[in-house]
């Protein structure tokens, strides 16, 4: 399976370097990732509602205009912008990391909690989950209070996560999504239940599917 996938934000070469080098580790056997940066056109943070819209608007545009010979499409966001507008509308079906990730946590019988890096993102991720009617099994999203250069800043995330954690598995939580798709969680220590790293989750589905 070879997936078109595109950032949602305008990254530096050097992010865009980081996160391919990311997709190749994680992707399973028959998957292969082609990641894209969205273009300086889009913002290059999603700290406001405003943000969020335009990263959407801009992924949708991306997704219209990529070219042929790709088996599906992939927003890099937890988001899933323009996952629900695409969806048959294309040549190649649109994947979207939160509705792998928790319809994972759904369909096993879980509840899941989740971690953003800022409100704003933490606002569109309940309201997507919502949409895909996932809203009873996602308890609460807790937010980290992080900026953009936490991102790529591997132990500064895994630090935030503690008492975030601890939180949502005090209301319930059995296992806590990761609300940022380009964060590694390899650093992060054993928490009182799984911390998901949405992407790679999402990779392995769609591995699975092709090795079914």
Excluded at 32 to 53: C, K, Y
Excluded at 71 to 98: K, N, S, T, W, Y
Aim: charge should be negative; glycine fraction near 10%.
């Amino acid at each position: 399976m070879r997936i078109f996938a595109i950032t949602p934000i305008h990254v530096p070469e050097e992010e865009l370097l980081r996160r391919q080098r990311r997709y190749d580790q994680i992707s399973p056997p028959g998957v292969t990732v082609e990641l894209h940066d969205i273009g300086d056109h889009a913002p290059s943070a999603l700290e406001t509602a405003e943000d969020v819209r335009e990263s959407e608007r801009c992924v949708v545009a991306a997704l219209r205009a990529a070219g042929p010979g790709y088996d599906a499409f992939l927003p890099d966001c937890v988001l899933d912008p323009g996952v629900a507008e695409l969806q048959g509308r294309l040549a190649a079906p649109v994947f979207g990391i939160l509705r792998l990730s928790v319809g994972y946590a759904v369909a096993t019988g879980r509840t899941a909690g989740a971690v953003t890096r800022n409100q704003a993102i933490a606002d569109e991720l309940t309201a997507v989950a919502a949409a895909y009617g996932f809203a009873g099994s996602l308890r609460e999203v807790s937010v980290l209070d992080l900026g953009l250069d936490a991102i790529a800043d591997d132990a500064r995330w895994v630090a935030a996560l503690g008492g975030a954690v601890d939180g949502l598995a005090d209301d319930g939580a059995d296992l806590v999504v990761n609300g940022c798709s380009a964060v590694d969680l390899d650093a992060a220590d054993p928490h009182r239940v799984p911390v998901v790293d949405p992407t790679a989750l999402a990779l392995r589905l769609l591995g699975a599917g092709e090795a079914a």
